[in-house]
């Protein structure tokens, strides 16, 4: 394989797994509260919250990477709390091309979660209320383990989307090898240089087989956990 | 009081205003479906909270709408059985019944007590979605028995079921309810399961109670005819074995009369409790001969209610026991019928619950033996 890609394009690879894993894995816990607010509770200003989650499915990609830019920037606000508060930099680094597939993947996460709480019995909550279960024990015995294929089909489903990120990433982050050129970039700027074809070839394979990898261990560990909730 | 109820709420287009109090034992709920009794229990386990209300299980205060107090489900400890069993599908038969056990505070029952009384430990390794209706719900009633409650509350657990399943159920609730000293409320619309298991029947019509007291009592008022349904009015009597006759007749006798049954297997001197239904009882102002009914019991007229269009229930009273009758207007114009006047009740059917010893102090029983 190392003569088949070269260590930059490992480096390309290796960095947008990286990305796609803290990304999915941070938004995890957020994404579960919020699509629990929107499939459960009754606040104000939910349809807002639900406009802001789908705003970077429906916006240009290019639109959400310069809002980003503008907020997590070094002149951002955001941005100069964290760089004065935890001494984070975000522009132009591996963590900000995370930030930024994190969301442009939110909605896809939230959504593939909150149908699965949605489809909960919540007459089997009751039950389990009734057999002395305080709220958190309920969450955390009946209805996490009933919405467990839910959120694995949003963590693969969003793992997915990080890896193939590419418009808010190169807008927010720039295109840096080793720091922020993931496997996207990486073939734009094959195609860019005369003669890069075969780069750009090698790369999309191997964006194909992640691709791949990942829906069928998807399908894989979800059915395996449908088995074992159908109660069969 | 174990159990003493107030509550109002109303929902849209529908009002419920009950207030009642039962003693320790099985409590009914009897009334149709829509009647409000699910509301009720559904109140009782705190899933419904009530306009209004006060709510207390053996003196301790569930509810109390006044006071403020308003104990959260998992607060109240009271082992609810859903109509539809409700067992948790991601978890075996043993995780399911031992799921309440860790949040129950104290000793309760002892697991293998219970599943040995619901003879359920062939399903232990089982998942839910491998069981019949039957098992789940016997799954179920021991899964809310084994969280320890101070009140067992069961919303029509047979109503979804077969009458085979029905069938192999109602001796477990029996066993449970002579067995374990646990106060329960039992909502049905039902009256054969009412009148086996119930020692309190509350009447609910409407989201209104219409009668409440001990089940011989309800079922034997002319007054609540309407509210157990058609043909279902009737007395319950009190009666001793005392002979098992060649031809396959058991002689009961009851302060009534002698009554006669098909073969029941119990031994001379047993105390059994039988229910003769209005609708099979007939009347005659002289004593009938050349008929072929065996019981006739000399009774006299205590009061006639109307009883549908066309219909009168009269009751009787035959030595200290109440016997109810329905015959026809015409009948009763024509037998000149008025309180006070002598009668003799022709019992065409007598029927006699098997288990329903009343030394165990129960009252009871349709049944499975008639003498038709």
């Known amino acids: 394989m190392t003569d088949w890609l070269t260590p930059d394009d490992w480096q390309a690879v290796a960095l947008s797994l990286r990305v796609s894993f803290w990304a999915t894995l941070v938004s995890l816990p957020l994404g579960l509260l919020v699509a629990y607010a929107l499939a459960r509770w009754r606040f104000w200003g939910k349809q807002v919250l639900n406009g802001l989650v789908h705003l970077p499915l429906i916006l240009p990609p290019v639109v959400t990477g310069y809002l980003l830019l503008a907020a997590f920037g070094r002149r951002g606000v955001a941005g100069q709390v964290l760089e004065d508060w935890f001494g984070i930099v975000l522009a132009f680094r591996w963590t900000g091309a995370a930030l930024a597939a994190a969301v442009m993947a939110f909605p896809l996460m939230v959504r593939a979660m909150r149908l699965a709480i949605e489809a909960v019995d919540h007459r089997l909550e009751e039950a389990a209320s009734t057999l002395g279960a305080s709220r958190p024990w309920v969450f955390a015995t009946v209805t996490l383990p009933l919405i467990l294929p839910g959120i694995i089909a949003g963590a693969i489903l969003a793992f997915a989307k990080a890896m193939g990120e590419f418009g808010a990433t190169i807008t927010f982050v720039s295109n840096i090898p080793g720091q922020t050129q993931t496997l996207p970039s990486a073939i734009y700027t094959a195609l860019q240089v005369p003669g890069g074809e075969g780069q750009a070839a090698r790369l999309v394979w191997v964006a194909i087989l992640v691709a791949m990898g990942a829906l069928a261990l998807s399908e894989w560990v979800a059915r395996i956990v449908a088995r074992r909730i159908s109660g069969r | ?372």
Do not use: W
Not at chain 2, 69 to 81: E, F, K, M, S, T
């Open chain 2, 1 to 372: 009081m174990m159990l003493e109820i107030t509550l109002q709420h109303r929902f849209a287009g529908f009002s419920l205003d009950v207030a009642f109090t039962a003693p320790a034992g099985v409590t009914a709920l009897f009334g149709r479906s829509g009647s409000g009794k699910t509301s009720v229990i559904n109140a009782v386990a705190g899933l419904l909270r009530p306009d209004q209300g006060r709510i207390t299980v053996g003196g301790a205060v569930l509810l109390d709408t006044g006071l403020g107090v308003n104990l959260a489900p998992h607060r109240r400890r009271v082992g609810y059985v859903f109509q539809d069993a409700r067992l948790f599908p991601h978890l075996t038969v043993r995780q399911n019944l031992l799921y309440g056990a860790k949040f129950a505070p104290g000793a309760g029952e002892s697991s293998d007590r219970i599943i040995d009384l619901l003879g359920i430990g062939p399903l232990l390794a089982r998942r839910p979605g491998t069981l019949s209706g039957g098992e789940k719900q016997r799954i179920a009633i021991g899964r809310a028995i084994l969280s320890n409650p101070r009140l067992l509350a069961l919303d029509e657990p047979l109503a979804a079921l077969d009458e085979a399943r029905k069938a192999e159920i109602l001796p477990y609730l029996e066993r449970l309810r002579d067995e374990l000293a646990l106060p329960i409320l039992y909502v049905s619309h039902a009256l054969g399961e009412v009148v086996r298991l119930a020692n309190t029947v509350v009447l609910i019509e409407a989201g209104r109670v219409t009668a409440c007291g001990p089940t011989a009592a309800v079922l034997s008022d002319p007054a609540h005819a309407a509210g157990l349904g058609a043909g279902e009015a009737g007395a319950l009597l009190v009666a001793q074995v005392t002979a098992h006759e060649s031809d396959g007749l058991t002689r009961l006798v009851s302060a009534a009369g002698p009554l006669f049954v098909p073969e029941v297997p119990a031994p001379v001197g047993t105390r059994l409790s039988v229910r003769i239904l209005a609708r099979d009882v007939m009347l005659a102002t002289t004593r009938p001969e050349g008929l072929s009914a065996l019981i006739i019991l000399p009774a006299t007229v205590r009061d006639i209610r109307p009883d549908g269009a066309a219909a009168v229930l009269v009751r009787l009273e035959a030595g200290g026991e109440v016997i109810l009758a329905r015959v026809t207007r015409r009948s009763a114009a024509a037998l000149d019928l008025a309180p006070g006047k002598a009668v003799f009740a022709i019992v065409k059917s007598v029927s006699v619950a098997e288990g329903s010893l009343v030394s165990q102090g129960r009252a009871a029983a349709p049944g499975s033996r008639e003498n038709r």
